[in-house]
């Protein structure tokens, strides 16, 4: 069975830090890329950050470029989120999900329950 358990959320102030961890399991880890996505309240999914499977290349959207740091530790099938300078904004459920590309686009396979980041004073 794949499972996806994300930690490390909770109440942080504008400016603040937090690392979010999820542990995997169920699969190959070290053979998939990996993503974090985040669901703000009212919201839809929005992507937040892309790791190939060998922890080589990231991408990041733009609200969260040069504040989060996406990584990975194969040996022990984790996926790390560092995020900095934490905005308001940043107010969500965070979700780490395995993807696979399919010649045209991403494909979400699995996520996780997720953990909820609340930024504020």
């Known amino acids: 069975e794949v499972q996806l358990v994300e930690s490390g959320g909770g109440l942080v102030q504008p400016g603040g830090s937090l690392r979010l961890s999820c542990a995997a399991s169920?699969?190959?880890?070290?053979?998939?890329?990996m993503r974090w996505v985040r669901q703000a309240p009212g919201k839809g999914l929005e992507w937040v950050s892309h790791?190939?499977?060998?922890?080589?290349?990231?991408s990041y959207a733009d609200s969260v470029e040069g504040r989060f740091t996406i990584s990975r530790d194969n040996a022990k099938n984790t996926l790390y989120l560092q995020m900095n300078s934490l905005k308001p904004d940043d107010t969500a459920v965070y979700y780490c999900?395995?993807?696979?590309?399919?010649?045209?686009?991403?494909?979400?396979?699995?996520w996780g329950q997720g953990t909820q980041v609340t930024v504020s004073s």
């Open positions: 790791i190939n499977s060998g922890g080589s290349s990231t």
């Open positions: 169920g699969f190959t880890f070290n053979i998939y890329a």
């Open positions: 999900a395995k993807v696979w590309w399919y010649g045209s686009s991403w494909y979400y396979e699995y």
